[in-house]
């Protein structure tokens, strides 16, 4: 199968930075879509970059100047520049994936990877 794999989260002050990063593993697979999600306690888990094949990206309103996604096809890996962080950034971050695999395609998540902004 194929394993998604996040780092990069963590703790930060308000107006600080980080990247994330999250690394597919796995074999004969290719990818289309990669985007992030983010999700708070009490809340729904929300969409807050997508990136296609193409390199096209997509930001929640939200995070739209702040936040870069990019992806390293090479490496299977996808990215999310975070600057200027505010603490309603704070939440459990995915990662998440459309995998073709042996002629079929599926969404893949990370394990999620922690990220707290204080102020």
């Known amino acids: 199968q194929v394993q998604l794999v996040e780092s990069g989260g963590g703790l930060v002050q308000a107006g600080g930075s980080l990247r994330l990063s999250c690394a597919a593993s796995?074999?004969?697979?290719?990818?289309?879509?990669m985007g992030w999600y983010r999700q708070a306690p009490g809340n729904e888990r929300e969409l807050v970059a997508v990136i296609t094949s193409g390199d096209s990206t997509n930001y929640a309103d939200s995070v739209k100047g702040r936040f870069t996604i990019s992806r390293d096809n090479a490496k299977n890996t996808v990215y999310l520049e975070m600057n200027s962080l505010k603490p309603e950034d704070t939440a459990v971050y995915y990662c998440?994936?459309?995998?073709?695999?042996?002629?079929?395609?599926?969404?893949?998540w990370g394990q999620g990877t922690q990220v707290t902004v204080s102020s």
């Open positions: 998440n994936a459309d995998v073709r695999r042996f002629g079929r395609t599926r969404n893949y």
């Open positions: 796995g074999s004969m697979f290719s990818i289309n879509a």
